[in-house]
């Protein structure tokens, strides 16, 4: 049943009537702030595992193991994988910024804060906004929107904290590789909307990324030194299943067919939710604290997303 459902799900989203970018309904904000849930607790999950996997192993095995699940799903719906739809170099192209994206984010934070990685990366919306204007037709923001994307923005600041300059050579090389990571994000997105991937399905863009992504990081594992220490915990193994089969195998899926149908602009907007259900996740799961100034920062991003999303 559940499996059926999902074929449903996906054979729904990944219908495009027009290559004007529609605002987002009600189904479509419930499974985005659904997916926002999930990938914050993602991020319990990769600290879970990180002990005994490191993060370059981690993301590769992910990518490896998540390209051979949607493979079979893919046979199983009998989507063909090597059809002739001219949309390799695109595929191309989005998996290597895919991989770009992931490395980065797991170099950064080799010198950075994850404070300030939290900060830097959700840059990515601004630039998905941005570049929208010039590559996604009718998906522009007016004034309100672009207040309540800065409205959301504040809220992460409130919640994480305002970065300070930083203290060295390697701090700001962390900042860097933050920010080329949300440009990698950014790109990755406006690449899938605004190219023939659109027109293809959820799966098989999915698909692109991974073949693509997994050797990158396979060599990145390699060049930067990182192996196991012993045999990972059973902890470890379960929390870095749930990310392959869940995370990315399905919630990626059913991200990029929100993309293919819905403005990009506007859900990258609500991916300001990840950070906080993951400090939520990180306080109820690992025990975390949670300070005062959260909650006014959740109604600062929620009252962001409504302007967003307000009809014109």
């Known amino acids: ?9 996906l054979n729904w989203l990944s219908v495009t009537d ?34 005994d996997i490191p993060p370059l192993i981690q993301t590769t095995i992910r990518s490896t193991a998540a390209a051979l699940l949607i493979a079979a799903w893919m046979g199983v719906r009998r989507i063909p994988v090597l ?18 994206e ?21 840059f990515a919306p601004f630039f998905v906004v941005l570049a929208s204007r010039w590559f996604i037709p009718g998906d522009h923001f007016r004034a309100s929107q672009w207040f309540g994307l800065l409205l959301s923005f504040a809220g992460l600041v409130i919640a994480f904290g305002l970065p300070t300059p930083g ?29 023939v991937l659109n027109r293809i399905s959820a799966e098989k863009t999915l698909l692109y990324q991974l073949v693509v992504s997994a050797p990158i990081l396979g060599v990145s594992i390699v060049v930067f030194g990182e192996h196991f220490d012993g045999m990972p915990s059973a902890l470890a193994i ?3 299943a749930y990310q392959t089969v869940w995370v990315v195998s399905v919630t990626y899926a059913v991200w990029f067919a929100l993309i293919m149908r819905y403005s990009a602009s506007r859900l990258s907007a ?17 025990k975390e604290p949670i300070n005062a100034p959260f909650a006014v920062a959740v109604v600062l991003v929620v009252l962001g997303l409504v302007l967003v999303n307000r009809p014109r």
Request: charged share 10%; net charge positive.
């Open 83 to 100: 059809a002739r739809d001219r949309t390799l170099w695109a595929g191309v192209a989005a998996g290597v910024l895919f991989a770009f």
């Open 238 to 240: 379960a929390a870095l």
């Open 18 to 51: 027009s290559p004007q970018s529609r605002p987002l309904d009600a189904l479509a904000v419930a499974l985005t702030v659904g997916l926002c849930f999930v990938w914050g607790f993602n991020q319990v999950a990769i600290k879970l595992a990180i002990h």
């Open 1 to 9: 049943m559940l499996v059926g459902a999902l074929k449903l799900e």
């Open 102 to 122: 992931f490395l980065l984010i797991y170099l950064g934070l080799s010198y950075t804060t994850a404070v300030r990685a939290t900060l830097f990366i959700y």
């Open 270 to 286: 609500f991916t300001f939710l990840t950070p906080l259900f993951g400090v939520a996740a990180g306080h109820f799961v690992l």
């Open 167 to 195: 203290t060295g050579p390697r701090q700001m090389l962390g900042d860097l590789m933050m920010i080329g990571a949300a440009l990698a994000w950014g790109a990755t997105t406006i690449v899938i909307k605004a190219t």
